[in-house]
């Protein structure tokens, strides 16, 4: 009967991190909570948690100044649906799914969906991509101003960068006009922050904000679907300055004309230039006969040679052949596919090898803590799980630094002896990670089972340990540190070599006409 029950409550008390149990629950004596309570730690752990409460309060506050100093942007441009869009609808950027604008391309495809993408049609409709809204008749009034200046407009509209418009200059603060048609990516979804708008006043030294107002993506989205003349909005704007408040007679305001897709004549939101490799100008006067549409499409080398490349003086300036662009490009998309492939499985190698290495040593220790138990005294059978701690954590302290080779002292068994517990274990054979689970309140001898021969698969790769680790250090370093520059500095030879072979032709042909 002893020997099914295991060891006594009696026998368990002789272990240190064993606790007296009644039913479920250990209890713990007040001497031993007297004895582990520590004031001077407390404190300090009272006061870490403290100040990592305040920084992360400073650092939410200052949150723009660190993203700054980060990365050199005030804004993380990247947003949980761009995570949703770019891993669900885009399968990781594997599949951008282009091949469906060809069965929209059809004629039997109704003209308001022809042209376009399903795919990202759905993702507009869920919130998950931006769409396109324009602003046009753009008019201000009763800014909080006394004088005639100059004022412009910025827009701030979700992870996107600030939209300006022009300044208008030496303008009567009771209207000012703005000519521009500006477009906006907004997302209709509660993910995306607020469209603020702010009209600044331009002086001779600095520039001062006006008057402010911010709108709600999904509410401008639902305006710009709407017909005149309720697609046009005026708003109250806040001003900025709170002394300037009593300059206007009125609070100071915005008027709006949200719309979709009205100025962009050339409808860039259906054009795929990367499967046509042609470009689009706009004609703005005159239908084109080709396209029966306000823009002209012509192939991107045509487009070249209509169009010569010149610089800032107007000189002009040579570039390598559409035909070896198209060979480079080809080339770099080998080596980014190639790094990509590398990176990966390097990766895909080192994580799995590492959390199986791991595997194996975590339930290669928990036999080797079974094969010492059964030479320690107590020794029935089952044992608990703070008794084997108990026994790990003892041995530590006696044999850690001592050079105590295997077979030399129960704390130290052999590979065969451990092999022969792994084989035949005197209880349940134990699980890897179970002490962690347990620590962490997740049950008792939980985990991953250990397979059979786990012990043998441990030594026999422990020899490898040295080799796979500087093994896999090498690899990342060679896929993260020296394959882009390589590859780049291959790029710019050949592409040194293209031009020239170009320059060659050209020179040729020159002494040809001489």
Same mark, same amino acid.
């Given at each position: 009967?002893?020997?099914?029950?295991?060891?006594?409550?009696?026998?368990?008390?002789?272990?240190?991190?064993?606790?007296?149990?009644?039913?479920?629950?250990?209890?713990?004596?007040?001497?031993?909570?007297?004895?582990?309570?520590?004031?001077?730690?407390?404190?300090?752990?009272?006061?870490?948690?403290?100040?990592?409460?305040?920084?992360?309060?400073?650092?939410?506050?200052?949150?723009?100044?660190? %993203?700054?100093?980060?990365?050199?942007?005030?804004?993380?441009?990247?947003?949980?649906?761009?995570?949703?869009?770019?891993?669900?609808?885009?399968?990781?950027?594997?599949?951008?799914?282009?091949?469906?604008?060809?069965?929209?391309?059809?004629?039997?495809?109704?003209?308001?969906?022809?042209?376009?993408?399903?795919?990202?049609?759905?993702?507009?409709?869920?919130?998950?991509?931006?769409?396109?809204?324009?602003?046009?008749?753009?008019?201000?009034?009763?800014?909080?101003?006394?004088?005639?200046?100059?004022?412009?407009?910025?827009?701030?509209?979700?992870?996107?960068?600030?939209?300006?418009?022009?300044?208008?200059?030496?303008?009567?603060?009771?209207?000012?006009?703005?000519?521009?048609?500006?477009?906006?990516?907004?997302?209709?979804?509660?993910?995306?922050?607020?469209?603020?708008?702010?009209?600044?006043?331009?002086?001779?030294?600095?520039?001062?904000?006006?008057?402010?107002?911010?709108?709600?993506?999904?509410?401008?989205?639902?305006?710009?679907?709407?017909?005149?003349?309720?697609?046009?909005?005026?708003?109250?704007?806040?001003?900025?300055?709170?002394?300037?408040?009593?300059?206007?007679?009125?609070?100071?305001?915005?008027?709006?004309?949200?719309?979709?897709?009205?100025?962009?004549?050339?409808?860039?939101?259906?054009?795929?230039?990367?499967?046509?490799?042609?470009?689009?100008?706009?004609?703005?006067?005159?239908?084109?006969?080709?396209?029966?549409?306000?823009?002209?499409?012509?192939?991107?080398?045509?487009?070249?040679?209509?169009?010569?490349?010149?610089?800032?003086?107007?000189?002009?300036?040579?570039?390598?052949?559409?035909?070896?662009?198209?060979?480079?490009?080809?080339?770099?998309?080998?080596?980014?596919?190639?790094?990509?492939?590398?990176?990966?499985?390097?990766?895909?190698?080192?994580?799995?090898?590492?959390?199986?290495?791991?595997?194996?040593?975590?339930?290669?220790?928990?036999?080797?803590?079974?094969?010492?138990?059964?030479?320690?005294?107590?020794?029935?059978?089952?044992?608990?799980?703070?008794?084997?701690?108990? %026994?790990?954590?003892?041995?530590?302290?006696?044999?850690?630094?001592?050079?105590?080779?295997?077979?030399?002292?129960?704390?130290?068994?052999?590979?065969?002896?451990?092999?022969?517990?792994?084989?035949?274990?005197?209880?349940?054979?134990?699980?890897?990670?179970?002490?962690?689970?347990?620590?962490?309140?997740?049950?008792?001898?939980?985990?991953?089972?250990?397979?059979?021969?786990?012990?043998?698969?441990?030594?026999?790769?422990?020899?490898?340990?040295?080799?796979?680790?500087?093994?896999?250090?090498?690899?990342?370093?060679?896929?993260?540190?020296?394959?882009?520059?390589?590859?780049?500095?291959?790029?710019?030879?050949?592409?040194?070599?293209?031009?020239?072979?170009?320059?060659?032709?050209?020179?040729?042909?020159?002494?040809?006409?001489?």
């Amino acid at each position: 009967m002893a020997e099914q029950e295991g060891l006594t409550l009696g026998e368990m008390l002789h272990f240190p991190l064993c606790k007296a149990e009644q039913g479920s629950r250990r209890l713990l004596s007040v001497n031993s909570m007297v004895q582990e309570f520590r004031p001077t730690k407390t404190v300090q752990e009272i006061l870490v948690c403290i100040l990592t409460i305040v920084l992360l309060l400073f650092l939410y506050t200052h949150r723009k100044d660190v %993203i700054t100093l980060l990365t050199g942007d005030d804004r993380i441009h990247a947003t949980l649906p761009d995570f949703c869009w770019y891993g669900l609808c885009q399968c990781g950027g594997l599949c951008k799914f282009e091949w469906c604008v060809c069965l929209t391309s059809l004629p039997c495809c109704p003209k308001r969906w022809r042209g376009s993408h399903p795919i990202k049609l759905m993702g507009q409709q869920l919130g998950l991509t931006s769409r396109t809204i324009e602003l046009s008749n753009i008019v201000v009034g009763d800014l909080p101003t006394d004088s005639y200046g100059s004022f412009y407009i910025k827009i701030e509209c979700g992870k996107y960068p600030e939209i300006v418009s022009a300044v208008q200059e030496d303008k009567d603060p009771r209207v000012v006009h703005f000519p521009e048609v500006l477009t906006l990516r907004i997302r209709e979804s509660m993910w995306d922050s607020l469209v603020e708008i702010t009209v600044y006043s331009s002086y001779f030294i600095g520039v001062w904000p006006l008057c402010q107002v911010r709108l709600d993506p999904r509410a401008i989205a639902d305006w710009a679907h709407e017909d005149e003349p309720h697609c046009t909005k005026r708003f109250a704007m806040k001003p900025e300055d709170p002394n300037r408040e009593g300059i206007g007679e009125t609070p100071p305001w915005i008027s709006l004309t949200f719309g979709v897709e009205q100025a962009d004549v050339r409808r860039l939101d259906r054009f795929h230039a990367n499967q046509t490799m042609s470009v689009r100008i706009a004609t703005w006067d005159r239908y084109d006969p080709v396209t029966n549409e306000p823009f002209e499409e012509q192939p991107l080398m045509a487009m070249k040679h209509r169009f010569p490349l010149v610089d800032g003086h107007g000189n002009a300036v040579q570039e390598p052949e559409e035909s070896d662009l198209a060979w480079l490009s080809g080339m770099r998309s080998c080596l980014t596919c190639l790094y990509s492939i590398l990176s990966f499985f390097v990766t895909l190698f080192v994580v799995g090898y590492g959390s199986f290495r791991y595997y194996v040593k975590k339930c290669y220790d928990s036999f080797e803590t079974l094969t010492i138990a059964k030479s320690w005294k107590p020794h029935e059978f089952p044992m608990p799980t703070c008794a084997m701690r108990s %026994i790990d954590a003892i041995c530590a302290a006696k044999l850690d630094g001592t050079g105590v080779k295997p077979g030399q002292h129960i704390c130290r068994p052999t590979d065969e002896s451990v092999e022969l517990t792994c084989d035949d274990p005197p209880q349940d054979r134990p699980k890897a990670f179970n002490f962690v689970l347990e620590d962490l309140g997740l049950g008792r001898n939980q985990g991953l089972p250990c397979f059979q021969d786990v012990c043998r698969y441990n030594n026999r790769i422990k020899h490898y340990d040295q080799v796979a680790f500087f093994g896999s250090i090498a690899a990342l370093c060679f896929i993260f540190c020296c394959f882009r520059p390589l590859a780049n500095k291959f790029m710019q030879q050949m592409t040194s070599t293209m031009q020239k072979v170009h320059n060659s032709k050209i020179h040729q042909m020159l002494h040809r006409g001489v």
